[in-house]
């Protein structure tokens, strides 16, 4: 039923609406703001966590070698519960039992994924 909203509203000629709807869909934290923005303080919420490095650059690579996830920066105030100092490739936020599930199903390329409360 979403997506039919979501097509209607594009076929109305209301494509910033359905933007805007595609977005919220993807459960993904909003991007860092810019200079003059505002942002979301914390983006809480449960993660599957595939892979932490000290390292942005490995911790990109990693992510789009094996084509999941994105990176965050626990050093972040949007991640009071990550341990700071760390960029973790991640999925979320999401409830408890789909983190669980999310991080069961990269155990193959990812031996250490595990779930974490953001907030």
């Keep these: 039923m979403f997506r039919s ?3 209607a509203l594009t076929v109305l000629g209301v494509p910033a609406l359905a933007a805007a709807t595609t977005a919220l ?12 923005e505002v942002q979301v303080a914390q983006a809480c919420g449960w993660y599957a966590i ?3 490095s000290r390292s942005r650059g490995e ?7 094996n084509g999941v996830g994105y990176v965050v920066d626990t050093s972040s ?3 009071p519960n990550f341990a700071p100092g760390y960029y ?3 999925e979320g936020p999401m ?3 789909r983190a669980q599930s999310t991080a069961n199903s990269y155990r193959d390329i990812s031996r250490q994924a595990y779930v974490k409360n953001a907030c």
């Design 25 to 36: 869909d993807t459960q993904r934290p909003a991007p860092p703001a810019r200079p003059g």
């Design 5 to 7: 909203a979501l097509v």
């Design 50 to 52: 595939m892979l932490c």
């Design 88 to 90: 973790c490739v991640v």
């Design 77 to 79: 105030n949007r991640y």
């Design 59 to 65: 911790a990109q690579r990693w992510s789009n070698n």
């Design 95 to 97: 409830g408890q039992g």
